[in-house]
């Protein structure tokens, strides 16, 4: 009795060492997130998905913790669409850095995973933000894995659509918009006022950026990682859509 009393209590504590509740706090989280970094000998996979109230502060937030990363450390961020920082990709893309980044739709909540083995978890709660630091081996391995299954299905910052310097453009919205209402070429092309040459070669480009199959595949991932907008109808479905009204 008093030996399976003293394991309880030793798996408590235990248990209580691997989990520890973290001040929700920018301060505190970020001096267990510096922590954390300067641990790291291999890789970084950090998540940035918050909520509208904190998207700036976590923007200036992981910028600072950034420029902290060593170079000999793999570094992947995962972004939702509203969460990237155009600045981090531009320079990203001119040092040629070996970070890299990608845009997917995913909960509001921030979290690094630091060399498989650690993780600090931020998240809003109705009690306020919360943050954790969890060394449980089992729970890390499941983060690590849902880590990867959203990395591998998510778009690289980079291949993000752009047309021009003008990046997700109204034009790309219609374009994305009427590949997922199924229009027609010469219907969205004559909406457009494009040619109907260059309505495809839009589209081709847009495929091959989203690794889309098809156009409908492409219309759907588009919406599915954000890149439409709540607002863009795309393009008028057919000739009756000018004559209605």
């Known amino acids: ?28 989280v970020m001096g267990e997130a510096r922590k954390l970094v300067f ?25 600072e913790l950034i420029r ?3 170079e000999t450390v793999r570094l992947r961020l995962l972004c939702s669409p509203a ?26 909540l921030q979290a690094m995973i630091v060399d498989d083995s650690v993780a600090l978890v931020s998240a809003e709660s109705p009690t306020g933000r919360r ?29 993000r659509i752009t047309f021009g310097d003008h990046s997700r453009s109204d034009l790309a919205r219609q ?11 010469e219907v969205a092309a004559r909406e457009l006022t494009v040619s109907v040459r260059t309505y495809r070669r839009y589209v081709a480009e847009i495929m091959t950026l989203l690794d889309a199959s098809s156009r409908f595949q492409a219309g759907v991932r588009a919406a599915e990682l954000g890149l439409l907008g709540s607002s863009s109808p795309g393009v008028a479905q057919g000739p009756q859509s000018r004559t209605e009204g």
């Open 83 to 108: 969460m990237i920082d155009e600045d981090f990709v531009r320079d990203r893309r001119e040092r040629k850095t070996s970070a890299e980044v990608r845009v997917a739709r995913v909960p509001p």
């Open 131 to 159: 943050a954790s630091l969890i060394r449980v081996p089992d729970v890390i391995r499941t983060l690590c894995t849902l880590y990867d299954g959203v990395w591998g299905n998510a778009v690289a910052a980079d291949g």
């Open 1 to 28: 009795m008093i030996e399976t009393t003293v394991e309880q209590h030793r798996d408590r504590v235990s248990w209580d060492q691997l989990i520890t509740a973290v001040d929700g706090r920018k301060p505190e």
């Open 39 to 63: 641990q790291a000998t291999a890789t970084i996979d950090v998540v940035l998905a918050a909520g509208p109230s904190c998207g700036a502060e976590a923007k200036a937030t992981l910028a």
């Open 175 to 185: 374009i994305l918009g009427a590949l997922r209402a199924g229009t027609t070429d």
């Open 68 to 70: 902290l990363v060593p």
